[in-house]
């Protein structure tokens, strides 16, 4: 099942997923969802912190309005869920109004009570999971900062606390050192859950690209064996094709000088096309290509080629002007591999039609034209191509930089038309 066909989860779940920050789909009970009930973003664990704080600053601290400091306290564990630096803040500013307004007479902790405690601890915690750690260190050392100055501020009478005078010990020193204790612990909790997850994106990433290259390599492979399964069948016929037409005039009695030309023209042709497969299926099997490294046909191999046309009873007249002596490889293949498709369009498509082919050189291009008239008689059927002859042409000229024209002529025929650049090899090099 997709991403795109994957049911929704349902609203009770959808809406849990926002007051506890877990799955929606998640079911069992396990450490990361006892965790998400007391971690950054839960909204019931900040409605305890709130509910407990009010009552706590009302009743022991002897603050008579403590709405918002409890309000702050709550808001600040939700806030860390989605900006942990702002939620720091809010603990901070509950922590300066207890100092200000807060006094304790007896066992209380102060100044930081259970809920800013707790509120601190989930802070640092979001601040070492989700921002970088020279922020949750600079976080930390600001509270431990605020926390010295409380520590010496009632030390030197500057905060009187009726708590002293009962004890003379000084009520912030035990609590802010215990608050600095855990939340340097919750910070490195935080901090290991991000190098945890950040483990686990990598792991991930690392499998996503090995599987990327596992289907590369099998599609390669199924490619490659296709091409060998078509090399054998092609070739077992070709090869059928190559003894017969080469043992008929020793077979067959009779036969004139011109069928048995025909003969020799189809056996030269059946050869010429299995060392063409076989090089092709050599480049396909061998790593270092060395298949590819041998010499390709070019405009000098036209001749040959319209010679075998010309034999298969399309006539083709054939006019190669002066090219330039230092013809790029790519560009020569490509002249004739657009005139070797062009040609065997006409003989599938329009049997004994007469061609015109021209390969001519000026102003820093190679023209090819190929232009076909109407077949003289039906065209036999079967003979509806695919259209991949062409496509191969134009990929073919566009590699090099050329444009190709392809398309009906008014009275009946077909023209192909390739324009590619020459640049001479002293400009290539400058």
């Keep these: 099942m997709t991403a795109e066909t994957a049911p929704s989860p349902r609203p009770v779940r959808r809406v849990i997923s926002y007051l506890v920050p877990v799955a929606p789909g998640s079911r069992r009970w396990g450490l990361a969802l006892v965790l998400a009930l007391v971690g950054p973003g839960s909204v019931p664990f900040a409605l305890l912190m709130f509910g407990t704080q009010n009552q706590l600053l009302r009743t022991n601290y002897d603050i008579g309005a403590p709405m918002m400091l409890a309000v702050a306290t709550g808001a600040a564990v939700v806030l860390a869920r989605f900006r942990p630096v702002e939620a720091w803040l809010l ?30 601890l989930v802070a640092l915690f979001a601040l070492g999971r989700d921002r970088p750690a020279w922020v949750g260190v600079l976080a930390w050392s600001g509270y431990t900062a605020a926390g010295s100055w409380v520590v010496w501020a009632v030390n030197s ?23 600095a204790l855990l939340g340097a612990f919750a910070f490195l909790v935080g901090l290991t859950v991000r190098i945890w997850r950040q483990g686990r994106s990598r792991v991930a990433e690392e499998e996503r690209v090995a599987e990327a290259e596992r289907q590369r390599r099998r599609l390669l492979e199924e490619r490659t064996r296709i091409a060998r399964e078509l090399h054998d069948i092609v070739a077992h016929h070709m090869s059928v094709i190559a003894v017969q037409s080469s043992t008929a005039e020793y077979r067959l009695a009779g036969l004139g000088e011109e069928v048995r030309a025909e003969f020799r023209s189809i056996g030269d042709q059946a050869r010429e096309s299995l060392a063409e497969m ?9 790593e270092d290509e060395a298949g590819s490294r041998e010499p390709q046909p070019g405009p000098e191999a036209l001749r040959g080629l319209a010679e075998s046309v010309v034999r298969a009873g399309t006539p083709v007249d054939l006019a190669v002007g ?50 076909n008239g109407p077949p003289p008689g039906p065209v036999p059927p079967g003979q509806e191509g695919s259209g991949l002859g062409l496509v191969g042409m134009r990929e073919r000229v566009a590699l090099d930089g050329g444009e190709l024209e392809t398309g009906p002529t008014p009275d009946g025929g077909f023209r192909v038309r390739a324009v590619l650049p020459v640049r001479s090899t002293a400009e290539e090099s400058a």
């Excluded at 498509?349 to 007469?354: D, E, K, S, V, W």
């Design 157 to 179: 009478g500057r905060i009187t606390l009726s708590y002293n005078e009962f004890v003379n010990d000084n009520p912030a020193v035990e609590n802010l050192t215990l608050g």
């Design 322 to 371: 002066d090219l330039p002596p230092d013809l790029p490889e790519t560009v020569a293949l490509t002249v004739f591999r657009v005139v070797q498709e062009a040609l065997s369009n006409v003989v599938r498509h329009a049997p004994g039609a007469h061609v015109d082919a021209s390969v001519a050189a000026g102003d820093g291009t190679v023209v090819v034209t190929v232009v």
């Design 278 to 286: 076989r090089r092709l299926l050599g480049v396909l099997r061998s």
């Design 91 to 120: 603990v901070m500013a509950v922590f300066a109004g207890t100092v200000r307004f807060g006094d304790v007479g007896g066992w209380e902790p102060w100044p930081l009570t259970v809920p800013t405690l707790f509120a601190l």
